[in-house]
C-alpha cells in the first residue's frame, strides 16, 4: 500500500524567514496530495492540497510543488509568522479503487520565533 | 466548526474494557473516515466507510471494528482494551468520491480522547 515520509520531523524558523516541509510518496498512481495544518489540541484542517496533473499550486504565502517523477511533494511557507506555528501533515491518496482514503505522513511541527 | 461531530471528547477506561466512539459526518457526506493519533505520532488510518459499506481498511486490529449505520452517522467500537490504545481517535468526512478524481477535502472532527488506565 501507500507509503508516505516526511521530513524534517521538526523545523524552528525565524519570523519572516521561509519554511519548506519535503515528502515523498510510495504509490506512483497516488493522484492528490493535500496538505493539513495541526494546532496544538485542535483538529487537523486542509490549507492547500494539489492533485497529480498540475506540478505547483500557491495560495498567498503557501505554496505547494509536485514532482511525479521524484514521487515528492514539498509545502513553501513564506514570510513566516508565529501564528504559522503547529503541526503540519503531508497526505497522499492512493487511486480510488482503494477507498480514496488519505495516508499522513509522520508530521513536522513548525516553530516560528518572533 | 467542520460540522463532524464526535462523542465522547473524552473516555477514560480500564484495561480489558470496551468503547464505543460515535461520529456524525457532515450533512451529506457519505464518506466517513477514521483515524487514530498517538502521543508524537501521525494520523493512521484505520477505516473508511462510504455509504454504508466498508471501502478500504488500515491497520486496524481485529479488536476494533466499526459501521456505519443507514443514518450515516459512524462507530467505531474498541475491546479488549490495553494501556497502548490510548489516543485522540479522529473521524472525518467528505462528500462522495468521485470516480475519477478520488477523494478531496477531509473535514475532521475534534476527536476523541480515550485513556486507558
Known amino acids: 500500500g501507500e507509503n508516505v515520509e516526511q521530513h524534517p520531523s521538526t523545523l524552528s524558523v525565524q519570523e519572516g524567514d521561509s519554511a519548506v516541509i519535503k515528502c515523498t510518496y510510495s504509490?506512483?498512481?497516488?493522484?492528490?496530495f493535500p496538505w493539513y495544518k495541526q494546532e496544538l489540541g485542535k483538529r487537523p484542517q486542509l490549507i492547500i492540497d494539489?492533485?497529480?496533473?498540475?506540478g505547483e499550486k500557491k495560495d498567498q504565502r503557501i505554496a505547494v510543488t509536485l514532482n511525479k517523477t521524484a514521487k515528492h511533494f514539498s509545502l513553501h511557507i513564506t514570510e513566516t509568522q508565529p501564528e504559522d506555528s503547529a503541526v503540519y501533515f503531508c497526505?497522499?491518496?492512493?487511486?480510488?479503487?482503494?477507498?480514496?482514503?488519505?495516508?499522513f505522513g509522520q508530521g513536522t511541527e513548525l516553530s516560528v520565533k518572533p | 466548526d467542520s460540522g463532524v461531530t464526535q462523542t465522547p471528547k473524552h473516555l477514560i477506561t480500564a484495561t480489558g474494557q470496551r468503547v464505543t466512539l460515535r461520529c456524525s459526518p457532515r450533512?451529506?457526506?457519505?464518506?466517513v473516515y477514521w483515524y487514530q493519533q498517538s502521543l508524537d505520532q501521525g494520523l493512521q488510518f484505520l477505516i473508511q466507510y462510504y455509504n454504508g459499506e466498508e471501502r478500504a481498511k488500515g491497520n486496524i486490529l481485529e479488536r476494533f471494528s466499526a459501521q456505519q449505520f443507514p443514518d450515516l452517522h459512524s462507530e467505531l467500537n474498541l475491546s479488549s482494551l490495553e494501556l497502548g490504545d490510548s489516543a485522540l481517535y479522529f473521524c472525518?468526512?467528505?462528500?462522495?468520491?468521485?470516480?475519477?478524481?478520488?477523494?478531496?477535502?477531509?473535514?475532521f472532527g475534534e476527536g476523541s480522547r480515550l485513556t486507558v488506565l
Open positions: 497526505a497522499a491518496t492512493p487511486p480510488y479503487n482503494q477507498g480514496g482514503k488519505l495516508i
Open positions: 472525518a468526512s467528505s462528500v462522495k468520491v468521485h470516480p475519477n478524481i478520488g477523494t478531496g477535502e477531509l473535514f
Open positions: 494539489i492533485r497529480s496533473n498540475v
Open positions: 504509490d506512483s498512481a497516488s493522484n492528490y
Open positions: 450533512s451529506g457526506d457519505l464518506s
